[in-house]
């Protein structure tokens, strides 16, 4: 039996992996389960399932936790804070990590379970974005498997053949991912100046955190997921393009050299990816109901409209000038997100933000965490004053 950490379980990817999970008691157990500060979600959700290990990443909240934990008679092992999140993933509670912490709270323990030899079930895009190389060496020192869990990305592993080849000996010509656009696929900058965080956090095919279903509306998504896919993949930039796809049925696609292009198709459903990456190279039931190719009738590809949504090239722009930039559009992204929710930005503005912090941080190479992490406070720092100073 496998046994499961799940950092980020009362996410949205939490709750897919749990459904999954409890699909497959033979196979799979929730021995590790986290949250950021839903202690009541936590306790419900060991109630169930029963980890051996609840962390809590706020550690003002763990006396609650401990007690509310007691009142539900479950004798789960409280760990909080950062250090909590780091034991959880490196640990001996279990032999696969699934990294769902939104953001880059997430960075530390992901790298931790790297380290550590784990299977690793990366649904955190910003770990790899902010810092590809350094996951990459914790790999190789750790001997473990990164298996990624975005829809984008596990449909291009589907698509290769062994998953993650040299690219150009395999004959791959480019990596397409799909984008289904948003809420606001179709409108215009001047469509957008009203924009409000319920509007865009309304997407029409995913259902996500607010955090991400802002980044969707923007495309920063699918920037992020261009680095991601520069890192997972070793691909270049030039190697990566994106294409509009509506209806969100086709996940990813790969161009050969020889003309032909293997896509991914599936019903829009997170379990699906989750599924694949908890059982790979095998295959079990996800819960997900069979694709219905006459019932979807039509499937529609479009350009970009990058006038509008400029975080796509603002993405490219990064991955371009290497080193913390990616962290720095990272940082920026997360600090103008947050500002827009808050009521304190306009959703145009957010480009605004990340661009004007990518002129003004001065692009460093990557060596340790801790270099990273103070890349990454610096960015935000700056982040804060452009924000700040657009707002008064």
Not at 297 to 319: I, N, P, S
Not at 336 to 343: C, D, K, P, R
């Amino acid at each position: 039996m496998m046994r499961i950490a799940l950092l980020g379980a009362t996410g949205s990817i939490g709750a897919s992996t749990l459904d999954v999970v409890a699909r497959h008691p033979q196979a799979f157990r929730a021995s590790v389960l986290s949250a950021h500060q839903n202690v009541d979600g936590l306790v419900e959700l060991c109630r169930t399932f029963r980890p051996d290990l609840a962390v809590i990443a706020d550690p003002a909240l763990e006396g609650e936790l401990v007690r509310k934990l007691r009142a539900a008679n479950v004798e789960s092992r409280v760990l909080a804070g950062p250090g909590g999140l780091v034991e959880a993933a490196a640990g001996n509670h279990a032999d696969s990590v699934v990294a769902a912490i939104v953001g880059a709270a997430g960075l530390e323990s992901t790298l931790a379970a790297a380290r550590s030899g784990k299977r690793l079930l990366l649904a955190n895009k910003e770990s790899v974005v902010m810092a590809g190389g350094l996951l990459k060496a914790a790999l190789d020192e750790g001997g473990g498997e990164l298996l990624p869990v975005d829809s984008e990305h596990n449909a291009v592993f589907q698509c290769l053949p062994g998953g993650r080849p040299d690219l150009r000996e395999a004959g791959v010509r480019r990596i397409i991912l799909t984008a289904s656009g948003g809420p606001f696929r179709g409108r215009q900058r001047a469509d957008l100046v009203d924009v409000t965080p319920d509007m865009a956090c309304a997407h029409p095919k995913w259902s996500m955190g607010r955090k991400i279903s802002v980044d969707s509306a923007t495309l920063m998504n699918k920037g992020l997921e261009v680095i991601e896919a520069h890192f997972l993949f070793a691909a270049a930039a030039s190697e990566i393009d994106v294409v509009v796809h509506p209806q969100s049925i086709v996940h990813s696609l790969v161009e050969y050299r020889d003309g032909s292009v293997l896509a991914q198709l599936g019903n829009p459903d997170m379990r699906t990816a989750i599924a694949y990456a908890l059982a790979w190279p095998g295959r079990i039931d996800a819960g997900v109901s069979a694709l219905d190719l006459i019932a979807t009738a039509r499937l529609d590809f479009e350009a970009v409209d990058r006038d509008t949504f400029r975080c796509l090239d603002l993405a490219y722009q990064a991955l371009a000038s290497g080193g913390t930039a990616p962290a720095t559009l990272n940082a920026a992204n997360e600090e103008a997100v947050a500002a827009f929710l808050a009521g304190q930005l306009p959703f145009l503005s957010i480009a605004t933000v990340i661009e004007e912090s990518l002129a003004r941080v001065p692009s460093t190479s990557i060596d340790t965490l801790a270099g990273l992490l103070d890349s990454d406070l610096t960015a935000r720092r700056e982040a804060q004053r452009i924000i700040a100073g657009l707002v008064t």
